[in-house]
T-cell receptor, first 112, second 115 residues
Framework: SQKIEQNSEALNIQEGKTATLTCNYT??????LQWYRQDPGRGPVFLLL?????KEKRKERLKVTFDTTLKQSLFHITASQPADSATYLC???????????FGTGTRLKVLA | GAVVSQHPSWVICKSGTSVKIECRSLDFQATTMFWYRQFPKQSLMLMAT?????????EQGVEKDKFLINHASLTLSTLTVTSAHPEDSSFYICSADPDSTDTQYFGPGTRLTVL
């Protein structure tokens, strides 16, 4: 079956360092992948979308890569801050559908 | 970005009662909206796709007679949890995709607690 997996359930890093989160997909080839931020008790907030023909996308301190050979997307937060602490989700719709599959999320904690 | 609202943000009800949750797209029209359920420390699970002017499409394992969906206008979809039981307690989130953006925008969620 088509799956998205985020390997790390939780990640703690020191303030100022770069956080790198991983998203792997299996049994399908997504046309695009998205990354969302979710705070406790809130709905996900869209951060970035990267398409299969794009290697990298940036937005301020955020960077996303898409490697179709490794079937993987990496999400980086540079110069991390305690305010970046949240759960980050990757998601994409399998080919030919509009229904999103979500990863289980990585809970990032940035330590001051 | 596009804004989606949900009402109420939380609700507590007695077992056997019905609860209605509203999802509104505030600054765009949405022919399709999605309803998700999220249990603690788990990811979002799609329950159903709500289509304006037609019947909703339910995911496998989701009881359509228990989770009634109505998408009466291009900016409003409602989810009614009928005869709620404690196991229906969860975080319910809706989303909508403004046409041609390939991006879903989520509401803030509704926390349902069934006693």
């Amino acid at each position: 079956s088509q799956k998205i997996e985020q390997n790390s359930e939780a990640l703690n890093i020191q303030e100022g360092k770069t956080a790198t989160l991983t998203c792997n997909y299996t049994n399908y080839s997504p046309a695009y992948l998205q990354w969302y931020r979710q705070d406790p008790g809130r709905g996900p907030v869209f951060l970035l979308l990267i398409r299969e023909n794009e290697k990298e996308k940036r937005k301020e301190r955020l960077k996303v890569t898409f490697d179709t050979t490794l079937k993987q997307s990496l999400f980086h937060i540079t110069a991390s801050q305690p305010a970046d602490s949240a759960t980050y989700l990757c998601a994409s719709p399998p080919s030919g559908t509009y229904k999103y599959i979500f990863g289980t999320g990585t809970r990032l904690k940035v330590l001051a | 970005g596009a804004v989606v609202s949900q009402h109420p943000s939380w609700v507590i009800c007695k077992s056997g009662t019905s609860v209605k949750i509203e999802c509104r797209s505030l600054d765009f029209q949405a022919t399709t909206m999605f309803w998700y359920r999220q249990f603690p420390k788990q990811s979002l699970m799609l329950m159903a796709t709500s289509n304006e002017g037609s019947k909703a499409t339910y995911e496998q394992g989701v009881e359509k007679d228990k989770f009634l969906i109505n998408h009466a206008s291009l900016t409003l979809s409602t989810l009614t949890v009928t005869s709620a039981h404690p196991e229906d307690s969860s975080f319910y989130i809706c989303s909508a995709d403004p046409d041609s953006t390939d991006t879903q925008y989520f509401g803030p969620g509704t926390r349902l607690t069934v006693l």
